[in-house]
């Protein structure tokens, strides 16, 4: 069913989608009707393969552009199911031309992803000859489609298939027509059983490091992801020191719900400061995150995988040993063909997010977070939150926005509605940190629970004086006049970069039974 403009809605054969196929092209490449015979005869083929009138292939009339046209436009473009792009020079300098190409992947890469299993929803035909240079870079990868021949006797001439029955090369035009529409009816025949491609929950996944014999496949599952509409970290590469690639990495995994690791033969580089490989560390750093609900490992070991080397064949038995560790959420170690491990990663990915409960005897705490306005956007006060977030425990910012009054009263209620507090102390002066020190002591003296209440200092860089008058207190302990009984202020931190494990005695007394 023909769309050649922007008559009403009609049917489209793979329903989750307003039209089938979209046709890009250059205006000037249709002065001979070229593209308008094309259209005809893909859309007869595909009606015919398909076995329905009910088939709509878009092509945009080139009306002069205006505001309102580009939104219509846009529109049909974010909404088609395969997108077919007729290159020839003009396509390739035209604005309007790269403009439609870059909101088809846009919309792709946000939605269902650019490919369904091996194959682009982005197809090129070339009408013209064109350098590779000249391409698009989207067409990398992509199926193509060839309307032209080289002249068997100067390789400087060719001759484009001709769209006119009259035309000696209309015959070769023809039957690159069929071999198009059946690889453009083999993918709206797979789009159509797809339901809807956005109802497929969008994931945040981490993706290990691994050794270089898996790094091919590694990639091959992080742009299949990245086309399906999944997030993948980390989006950079990861520090080579040790302690920094740990804290980076356990800053990334408290985004995700998903891990993915691959092992084979090799064991791997080792970061420095460090006496295990990259993919171990990343395998325990994951492991840990098992305890928070709705988090999933998976790991990954060729079937046919041969003479291992020493440490990596002990550290394989470990993982299968380890797999189903107490306390720990679920974990999927898949010792199988790599079609199959991508399988079962895709059902999971696909599933939604379960609500998983809490581990046995461990009670969510709400914390509340204190900083100065100029610390919101440091990093290290990102990583304490995502550390915090991934042990279970909201996390509460301070409120900046209204008057004095206004704030305090927020204030207030935020400590009354939370279990502890940590005060982040960056950049802020000892004034504002003895006032929250002050405040916080006040109002929990009100509580009948506040001797059960956590309070934290936690020292952040740049290191000053007054700092280093927290970091010389007996035991991390900072005695404060207390005449409702609280306990002593906890000092954390040492002035320098973040470590999870410099919150580890705070974690532990939010998280002792109350």
Known sequence: MSASGFDGAVPSYTHAYAVDVFLSYGHIDNRENWVTQFHKRLETRLQELLGTDDVVVFRDPKLEGNDIYDELLREKVSRSAVFISVLSPRYTSSPSCRKELDWFVETAQ??????????????????????????????????????????????ELFHEFDADP?????????????????????????????????????????????TSDLELRRVSIRDELVD???????????????????????????????????????????????????????????????QRPGFHQLLWVPEDLQNPEARQRDFLKKIREGKEQKGAGPADLYETCFESFKEGLLDVLSRKPEATPPPAGLRSKAVYLLCNQQDLKRESLDKIKAYLRSRGHPVELPPFDGDPEELRQLEVGLIEDTDAALIYYGTAKDAWVTAKRKNLRKVLGTRASGQNYARALYLCTPKDDKKSDYLSVPDHLFLEPEPHGLPPLLVLGDCGEFDPAKLDTFIRLIEKDP
């Not at 269902?112 to 391409?135: M, Q």
């Not at 791997?268 to 492991?287: D, K, M, N, Q, W």
Request: aromatic share 8%; proline share 6%; charged share 30%.
């Open 228 to 290: 399906r509409g999944h997030s993948v970290l980390p989006t950079e590469p990861l520090p080579d020191s040790g302690p920094e690639m740990k804290s980076a990495v356990e800053a990334l995994l408290a985004k995700c719900d998903v891990s993915i690791h691959l092992f084979g033969r090799a064991y791997g580089v080792i970061p420095e400061e460090e006496t295990r490989s990259f993919g171990e560390l990343h395998y325990e750093l994951a492991l840990n995150q098992r």
């Open 110 to 155: 946000r939605t269902g992803g650019l490919r369904v299993e091996t194959k682009s929803r982005l197809i090129r035909v070339t009408k013209t000859r064109l350098s590779e240079a000249a391409l698009p870079h989207n067409f990398q990868d992509t199926l193509g489609f060839q309307f032209y021949e080289a002249d068997p006797d100067n390789e």
């Open 166 to 210: 009259r035309l000696p090369r209309f015959n070769e035009f023809r039957e690159q027509c069929d071999r198009l529409a059946q690889a453009v009816a083999r993918m709206l025949r797979k789009l159509r059983g797809i339901t809807s491609l956005t109802s497929a929950p969008s994931r945040t996944v981490f993706l290990a490091r691994t």
